[in-house]
């Protein structure tokens, strides 16, 4: 199993510009969840898809950032404009539901850095 | 409400030596509780999981954990550390409540003296 897939794994990119992160989650999982981590503020949830659908995005910061589940086996979370403070490393997880003790899988991040 | 405190941010070992490192969860639900393993620059590994059918659960990498629920506790051991384990630890609860959203500690960072 290739687990959980990210790209790409570094991302540097300046100020205004637009910003689009990539997962692939593990085949046959049907939950999905993007998080930010930082020195300051760790390790933050930013969205939660069950079946492709968003359920909870109450971790999203604002406006500038959007998260898209296609389908069960690609999302994209997309930073527009990028801000210095969203310089952080972005981590997608994926879950097989319909059971309390399963755990995420998380892929290798992306290390986003705005100039 | 749900939450995690891992009681040190930093814990300094010899190598050889044992390792402990500790966590306290509050739940109002029978929890379910992880710990993960992030070396550096990598995403987060798990090392092992309380699924409520043995109290001590063997993760890998030689690492335990014993579930106490009079004291709250889900503390992480190793009987011997090796270089390799110096990483930063994250406790985690996970909510019942169908989004089985995580609760993480703020991690705990293990250094591993030679």
């Known amino acids: 199993d290739a687990g959980v897939i990210q790209s790409p794994r570094h991302e540097v990119t300046e100020m205004g510009q637009e910003v689009t992160l990539r997962c692939k989650p593990i085949?046959?999982?049907?939950?999905l969840f993007w998080y930010r981590q930082t020195m300051m503020r760790g390790l933050e949830l930013l969205i939660y898809?069950?079946?492709?659908?968003?359920?909870?995005d109450s971790g999203m910061p604002e406006d500038r950032f959007s998260a898209k589940m296609p389908n069960a086996s690609f999302s994209t979370l997309k930073i527009q404009p990028s801000e210095p403070r969203d310089s952080a490393v972005y981590f997608c997880a994926s879950r097989l539901s319909g059971g309390s003790y399963n755990e995420q899988f998380f892929g290798p991040g992306t290390r986003l850095t705005v100039l | 409400a749900q939450s995690v405190t891992q009681l040190d941010s930093h814990v300094s070992v010899s190598e050889g030596t044992p390792v402990l490192l500790r966590c306290n969860y509050s739940s109002s639900y029978s929890p379910s509780l992880f710990w993960y393993v992030q070396h550096p620059n990598k995403g987060l590994q798990l090392l092992l999981k309380?699924?409520?059918?043995?109290?001590l659960v063997k993760g890998i990498n030689g690492f335990e954990a014993e579930f106490k629920k009079s004291e709250t506790s889900f503390h992480l051991t190793k009987p011997s550390a090796h270089m390799s384990d110096a990483a930063e630890y994250f406790c985690v609860v996970s909510e019942p409540s169908g989004t089985y959203k995580y609760i993480f500690g703020t991690g705990t960072r293990l250094k591993v003296l030679a």
């Open positions: 898809f069950n079946n492709n659908v968003p359920i909870d």
């Open positions: 309380y699924t409520s059918a043995a109290t």
């Open positions: 085949s046959g999982h049907n939950s």
